[in-house]
């Protein structure tokens, strides 16, 4: 309901109840049936499919914690050891290991880019997080120098030199762990904001083309998905599970900082169960309504003024057996409503 509303003629309507119509943009997947995993992350504890893999794990670093709040919390890498990368894989039924497509809801709770003395490209390099597919958990996760394990990362981060991704600053980039650094879109994200993040890995040939497709949009119900991937990328080496990736050190002593949590998490690729996706738990556009309840009955001045919670319609009767009739005046019954003390004893109730 809406107070003052005319119509084109500039007569105030008596009756201000309009039907309003809205489009909330959701992933299309939602509420179809796919080969994949979905985790919203409400339980208490992790599912015991994940398998965190890199030295921050291997040394009781724990830098993906979940504790029934409905995200997934992933902090920063420590700086006590050479950790890159740092991912959480899920390792449930087998399934295919070189076509996948994951798609997350992330936000990044805190950023600053990463600090090492000699980056010959500026900052920036490990302040990282997002998604990665194909990366193989029993590649040795060693230091520099030994390490060849890893994935193919899609993942937000903010570069101040342009040799890695050929942008400057905030962007969502492919990453292929220790081997390259691919394409880009420049993407102005923010901290505290939720986002999607879409990957697909579509095989590792490419005799027709880039087989690695990202993509990035707000993830607030009012922003549609963008139709065409907003970057490409060539890459063959890769096979294996699909997850999140975390932040990475690659010297000691090097400071990095990127905190993320992730609501939702969808895994698609064949050998799978089949699944109805559901959205995220946590994702809500409009609020929950208040309850249709009186809140308070006081006296001011010569009037009664009556208060009340929810969306409904107020209605008075002289007698509780009624008739009731609805109050509509010409500027609508509107909490909080007043009253004339002066008016006969009046009963009054609301209406859903």
Do not use: C
Not at 38 to 57: E, I
Not at 240 to 262: C, M, P, Q, R
Not at 265 to 276: M, R
């Amino acid at each position: 309901t809406a107070a003052g509303v005319k119509d084109d003629f500039g007569n105030a309507l008596t009756s201000t109840n309009i039907p309003v119509s809205f489009t909330v943009y959701l992933p299309a997947e939602l509420g179809a049936s796919v080969s994949g995993y979905q985790d919203n992350f409400s339980a208490s504890t992790l599912n015991t499919n994940w398998l965190a893999v890199g030295l921050d794990s291997e040394n009781g670093d724990n830098l993906f914690l979940q504790d029934g709040d409905g995200f997934l919390h992933i902090s920063s890498a420590t700086n006590a050891f050479e950790s890159n990368p740092n991912l959480l894989l899920y390792n449930g039924p087998a399934y295919n290991s070189a076509t996948q497509e994951v798609l997350i809801r992330l936000r990044v709770t805190a950023f600053t880019p990463s600090a090492v003395s000699g980056a010959f490209f500026g900052n920036g390099l490990d302040s990282i997080g997002g998604d990665t597919v194909g990366a193989d958990p029993n590649l040795d996760y060693g230091t520099l120098g030994t390490n060849t394990a890893g994935g193919l990362d899609w993942l937000l981060g903010a570069n101040e030199g342009s040799g890695y991704t050929g942008i400057v600053g905030p962007q969502a980039a492919f990453l292929n762990d220790w081997i390259a650094w691919g394409t880009g879109a420049a993407y102005d994200w923010t901290t505290n904001q939720w986002y999607w993040l879409r990957e697909l890995q579509n095989g590792t040939s490419i005799a027709d083309g880039p087989n690695l497709f990202g993509k990035i949009w707000l993830a607030d119900g009012t922003t549609p998905e963008p139709g065409a991937w907003q970057a490409a990328w060539s890459q063959t080496n890769r096979t294996g599970l699909a997850g999140i990736k975390a932040s990475s050190i690659n010297k000691v002593g090097e400071t990095a900082l990127f905190n993320f949590d992730v609501s939702y998490f969808l895994l698609k690729a064949s050998g799978l169960p089949t699944i109805t996706v559901a959205p995220p738990s946590s994702f809500s556009l409009i609020p929950p309504l208040s309850p249709l309840q009186f809140a308070s009955i006081q006296s001011s001045s010569n009037n009664v003024v009556l208060q009340w919670t929810g969306s409904g319609t107020l209605q008075s009767a002289t007698s509780l057996a009624g008739p009731w009739t609805d109050l509509v005046d010409p500027n609508g019954a509107f909490s909080p409503y007043t009253i004339p003390a002066s008016l006969p004893a009046t009963f009054y109730r609301l209406r859903q």
